[in-house]
Every structure is written in structure tokens, then in C-alpha cells.
């Protein structure tokens, strides 16, 4: 069950150059430097065609969610001095076919004075380009040896996540919710608590392959054709490829973003597993996200109820869902009342 609704929509239009940070009502025109939007926000998303003009462009702060739309707009000119070579050279590496590329640099804000942010690019499946800026400065007092590997693991994963929240507006407290299922779950059926931290890493990671998937289909507002849905099953696999990469250390965790949509009849995504052929941490999570989505206001329709929900959840048992796990989460739900 894929969620493709988009939360916390803030101003849209056709603005050239026009902004507000602190009012949404109120677009004085700008010019301004990437470190004076950065003064303003937390964190900063743009969607850019292969020339480096910018389609959208979202910002988050402490307030929420904004959407701009401007026409007329290069990051590039907008880049410190010292920072344009590296950015440079990240985009040149995408377009000649990298997955990604991840820099670091120093930004002097006019009023917050000097921080630390990463730059994170890559390309989407309709080979726009795809830029996630983010502050950084709460990791860099971690050196990058072996004994802080977990920090690198955590600033990876907490990067992808904001960025996904911006990118398709998913709301963090669904990812939340979905993890701290998903442990509870797991402590029921005996889980070690040493695979915890594979089970939250996964769950937190879950649909990061969507971060690649074009405007066009993720944020569409009526239903995907079969050629749209087929680009949307990729996510998984999108997802491995990204993170494989990027953190080989994750590969347990990773189960979750690859396997969370296949079915115990073998009729799911990616790979068409079945039974307990699907990793058990992608059998568990698939409970837990089917539920949480049923269960949550979606803009095409409205929540289920608990007891419709929970109803769907054990009419799927050996089809969907693993048999023998459908009545250990119903009596968790149904207990938590």
C-alpha cells in the first residue's frame, strides 16, 4: 500500500524570485544568497532541470512547510564563492551517471554566523536534479573514525529522512508511529533487543527510494496509471541502490526498505517473495504500514477505523500478510485501548 499524499502544502505559484520566509501572506520580491535563505530556514530542497534551473523549490523552518514555484532561478548563482567549485563538481558527477554525491562546506550566515551544511545531490528517475541542503554542525564535533561509525549512521539516516520529508511532504509522525509499532511487534514475538537497531534504522529508511521518484507521479493528485504505478514499485530497489552505496554497514536495516511491500502469496514488489522467504523485519513492518496508512487521513480518502482496519488486516492473513504474526498485532492493537 503506497501513501502518495502530501502534507503540510504551503504557498504555490508562479513567483520569480519571490519569497517570504516569515509570512506566507506577503512575497516582497528577493535576490538573495543561499546564506541568506539558510538564515531563515532549517532546511532547504530544490528540484532542478539537468541545466541547473530550478523547477520547485521547499523550505522548512521551525513552522513548517513551504512550496515555491520560481521561474527564473540557477543554485549555482546563489552558491558562496568557496563553495561553487564543489557544488560544481557534484553535479558533474550525476550527470555523468553517479547515484549521488555528498559534500560538506562552511556557509557564514549574516546572522547566524559561520555553520556547517551538507549538500546532498542526486538525480530522479526523470533525470531532474535533485538538491537537499541541511546543517550538518551537530555531527562535525565527531571525527569519521571507526569507533564513530554509528554518528556517520545516524547523520546518513537523518539526512535521507528530511529530505523525504520535503521532497513528497510525508509527514514524520507517520515514520514515527511505524517504527515504534514495528518494535513493539517485534519484542512480542522475541525479537533480540541487539536487532532493534536494524529494525528503526529500516523503519526509518523505509521509502527513501521515493526521493528519486518524478514530481509528476509522486505528488499526483488522482490515480497513477499502470505505467506510473510501475515506475512507483521501483522505490524499493531505488532505496537499496542509494543507501548500499552510500552505508554497507546498513545492510541488515535494509530488508525493510526492499521487502516492506511484498505479500505472503508472492504477489508483491520487488522480488515476488513469498512466505518466509520475506526477511522477517519486512513481514513485521508490512503490518504496521498497511495499518498506520488504513487508519490515517489521506487526501484522496478518509481514515478507516480501527476495527475496519484490524477487520482487512486478518482477512489478508496468508495472502498479505504472515499468518502466523496476524494474531500477535491484533491483540497488540486491540489492547492498547
Do not use: C
Not at 530556514?41 to 541547473?52: E, K, R, W
Not at 547523520?155 to 514524520?172: H, P, Q, V
Not at 530488508?255 to 522480488?271: A, L
Amino acid at each position: 500500500m503506497d501513501a502518495r499524499g502530501s502534507e503540510g502544502m504551503g504557498v504555490q505559484g508562479d513567483m520569480r524570485f519571490q519569497v517570504s520566509f516569515s509570512s506566507a501572506a506577503s512575497l516582497p520580491v528577493f535576490n538573495l544568497s543561499l546564506a541568506d535563505m539558510l538564515d531563515e530556514v532549517d532546511d532547504l530542497l530544490f528540484v532542478m532541470d539537468p541545466q541547473g534551473r530550478v523547477l520547485t523549490f521547499k523550505a522548512r523552518n521551525g513552522k513548517g512547510l513551504s512550496l515555491f514555484k520560481p521561474s527564473s532561478l540557477k543554485v549555482r548563482e546563489m552558491v558562496p564563492l568557496r563553495a561553487r567549485p564543489k557544488y560544481e563538481h557534484a553535479i558533474n558527477q550525476v550527470l555523468l551517471g553517479s547515484r549521488f554525491s555528498v559534500f560538506e562546506t562552511m556557509i557564514s550566515l549574516p546572522k547566524k554566523g559561520a555553520a556547517w551544511y551538507e549538500f546532498r545531490l542526486l538525480s530522479s528517475m526523470d533525470r531532474n536534479l535533485i538538491l537537499f541542503i541541511w546543517n550538518v554542525g551537530a555531527y562535525r564535533t565527531f571525527s569519521n573514525t571507526i569507533a564513530n561509525v554509528p554518528f556517520s549512521i545516524e547523520k546518513m539516516i537523518e539526512g535521507w529522512s528530511r529530505a523525504l520529508y520535503l521532497r513528497d511532504f510525508e509527514t514524520e509522525d507517520h515514520t514515527r508511529r511505524v517504527v515504534a509499532m514495528t518494535m513493539q511487534l517485534a519484542r512480542r514475538l522475541g525479537v533480540p533487543d541487539h536487532d532493534m537497531i536494524h529494525i528503526r534504522r529500516g523503519g526509518e529508511l523505509h521509502d527513501i527510494g521515493k526521493i528519486a521518484i518524478p514530481d509528476r507521479i509522486l505528488l499526483k493528485e488522482g490515480t497513477l496509471t499502470k505505467e506510473e504505478w510501475g515506475v512507483m514499485h521501483k522505490h524499493p530497489l531505488i532505496a537499496v541502490n542509494l543507501l548500499n552505496v552510500m552505508m554497507p554497514q546498513l545492510e541488515r536495516a535494509l530488508v525493510i526498505p526492499r521487502s516492506h511491500h511484498e505479500k505472503w502469496d508472492g504477489s508483491g514488489y520487488p522480488d515476488g517473495l513469498s512466505g518466509e522467504d520475506i526477511p522477517l523485519f519486512a513481514r513485521l513492518f508490512s503490518f504496521v504500514d498497511v495499518y498506520d496508512a488504513l487508519t490515517s487521513d489521506r487526501p484522496y480518502r478518509r481514515a478507516w477505523s480501527r476495527a475496519d482496519a484490524l477487520a482487512y488486516i486478518l482477512h489478508q492473513a496468508g495472502r498479505h500478510f504472515d499468518p502466523s504474526i496476524a494474531p500477535v498485532f491484533i491483540d497488540m492493537i486491540l489492547e492498547e485501548t
